[in-house]
């Protein structure tokens, strides 16, 4: 992820940051049975945009445990929170995805 920082519309700012491997074995742990079912990668994906919020409006945001902590978080980022993470990780993809073409 590259983007460090992102202000929403209503004037919030997030901070990012990437997760890293022993991050997202938490979140693993964190979905309990979510990490099993047929939803479980799109589920994953969702949370893991979520984590990666460590403050809100330079609030820390501890990085959450449990499925319930994930869902407050969600919760507090908001809709227009969470479209402008959507759409920042895309273009982080995008991005992603152009390197690795012009590297081949």
């Keep these: 992820m590259i983007i460090n920082e992102l202000k929403l519309e209503d004037g919030r700012i997030l901070a990012l940051k990437e997760l890293d491997p022993a991050d997202m074995l938490d979140l693993i742990e964190a979905a309990g049975a979510a990490a099993n079912g047929p939803s479980a990668g799109a589920w994953l994906g969702y949370a893991e945009m979520i ?54």
Excluded at 63 to 89: C, N, W, Y
């Design 51 to 104: 984590c990666s919020v460590t403050a809100i409006d330079n609030v820390p945001v501890q990085m959450p445990v449990t499925k319930d902590e994930i869902r407050d978080l969600a919760r507090r980022i908001g809709k227009a929170g969470l479209i402008s993470l959507q759409l920042a990780f895309d273009e982080d993809v995008n991005k992603s995805d152009l390197v690795g073409t012009a590297k081949n």
